[in-house]
C-alpha cells in the first residue's frame, strides 16, 4: 500500500521560500502512471490545488500560483518537493501531498502539514 508523509518547516517567515517535501513509501514515483500532488487548505478555507509532476518529471502548475510555485523530485530518495517563494500570511495553510490518477485524486493522502507564515 503507497503511503505519503509530507515533512519541512512549519514556521516561514514573509518574503521566504517554503520547502516541503513528500516521502512516497510503496510506490515509485518514477515508474507509477500516478501524478504527483501538492494541494493545501488554508485556514477556514477550501482545498487548493497547487501543482503536480509525472513520472518523466514534468509539471502543470495552477496558473494562479505559477510564478511562485516549483515541483520538484529526488528519484534516489522517491521523494518530491514543493518550494513556494515570497511567501505572506496568506500561504499558511496544511499542506498535503497526494497522487492522482489523471486529475482525479487519489486515496491516501499523506496527513499533511501545517506551515505557517509570520514574522
Known amino acids: 500500500q503507497v503511503q505519503l508523509q509530507e515533512s519541512g518547516p512549519g514556521l516561514v517567515k514573509p518574503s521566504q521560500t517554503l520547502s516541503l517535501t513528500c516521502t512516497v513509501s510503496?510506490?515509485?514515483?518514477?515508474?507509477?502512471?500516478?501524478?504527483w500532488n501538492w494541494i493545501r487548505q488554508p485556514p477556514g478555507k477550501g482545498l487548493e490545488w497547487m501543482g503536480l509532476i509525472v513520472k518523466d518529471g514534468t509539471t502543470y502548475y495552477n496558473p494562479s500560483l505559477k510564478s511562485r510555485t516549483s515541483i520538484s523530485r529526488d528519484t534516489s530518495k522517491n521523494q518530491f518537493s514543493l518550494q513556494l517563494s515570497s511567501v505572506t500570511p496568506e500561504d499558511t495553510a496544511v499542506y498535503f501531498c497526494?497522487?492522482?490518477?489523471?486529475?482525479?485524486?487519489?486515496?491516501?493522502w499523506g496527513q499533511g502539514t501545517q506551515v505557517t507564515v509570520s514574522s
Open positions: 510503496g510506490g515509485s514515483i518514477t515508474t507509477s502512471s500516478y501524478a
Open positions: 497526494a497522487r492522482s490518477w489523471g486529475i482525479i485524486l487519489q486515496e491516501p
